[in-house]
């Protein structure tokens, strides 16, 4: 089974810094793309950033650009997510989600979510 562990969230102030991990187990690691999305209250899940697992290729929304860095560790099977500046538009619930086979396929599994609030 397909499984998505996030830690990190957390409540801090505007231009703090947060760091997200993700442990994944069940699959292939080198075979998914692992991505980050977020969803704000009243708001669509929206990706926010996303790295190949077999290339090291790397996405970001444009609004995280310069703030968020993405990386991942094939070794212990988990993905990280380095949120600096933050903001407060940044605040949402963060989920991991494994997509096949790169960051253009579909979610074949998500974690659970990890809540990100960010104050001003």
């Known amino acids: 089974e397909m499984q998505l562990v996030e830690s990190g969230g957390g409540s801090v102030q505007a231009g703090g810094s947060l760091r997200l991990s993700c442990a994944a187990s069940?699959?292939?690691?080198?075979?998914?793309?692992l991505g980050w999305f977020r969803q704000a209250p009243g708001q669509e899940r929206v990706g926010v950033s996303c790295?190949?697992?077999?290339?090291?290729?790397?996405k970001y929304k444009d609004s995280v650009k310069g703030r968020f860095t993405i990386s991942n560790n094939n070794a212990k099977n988990t993905v990280y997510l380095q949120m600096n500046s933050l903001k407060p538009e940044d605040t949402a619930v963060y989920y991991c989600?494994?997509?096949?086979?790169?960051?253009?396929?579909?979610?074949?599994?998500w974690g659970q979510g990890t809540q990100v609030t960010v104050s001003s």
């Open positions: 989600a494994a997509l096949k086979t790169d960051c253009q396929g579909f979610v074949a599994a």
């Open positions: 790295i190949s697992s077999s290339d090291g290729t790397t």
């Open positions: 069940g699959f292939t690691f080198e075979d998914y793309a």
